[in-house]
């Protein structure tokens, strides 16, 4: 059965880094990152293509959040940096096997993680 595992949530305060971790045990054509924060709309975080390594990001993070592959393009991270109090959410890692469509769009994403919480802070 094919999934996604996240890891590398924690507690931090603000301007503080941490690194998400998501395995997959299968091959995609883009992977992401969401997040949800309680009472909010699950929002994209950042996107990576596969095959070419092509990042984008949320204005919000721009700058700030780093999305990689490593070399057997099955496990993406995402350094956050300089971390903020509204970056508290449950982040969830999502892979799509498929291309067309806009990478921030949640109905292109054909399996979720189970989420890793993240919280800063002030």
């Known amino acids: 059965q094919v999934q996604l595992m996240e890891s590398g949530g924690g507690s931090v305060q603000a301007e503080g880094s941490l690194r998400l971790s998501c395995v997959s045990y299968g091959l995609w054509f883009g992977m992401a990152w969401f997040r949800q924060a309680p009472g909010k709309d699950r929002e994209a975080v950042a996107h990576?293509?596969?095959?070419?390594?092509?990042?984008a990001y949320a204005d919000s993070v721009q700058g700030r959040f780093l999305v990689s592959l490593d070399d057997a393009k099955t496990t993406v991270y995402l350094q956050m940096n300089s971390l903020k109090p509204e970056d508290t959410a449950m982040y969830y890692c999502a892979a799509r096997d498929r291309s067309g469509g806009l990478w921030y769009d949640r109905s292109q994403y054909t399996l979720w993680g189970q989420g890793t919480q993240v919280t800063v802070s002030a």
């Open positions: 990576i293509y596969t095959k070419s390594g092509h990042a």
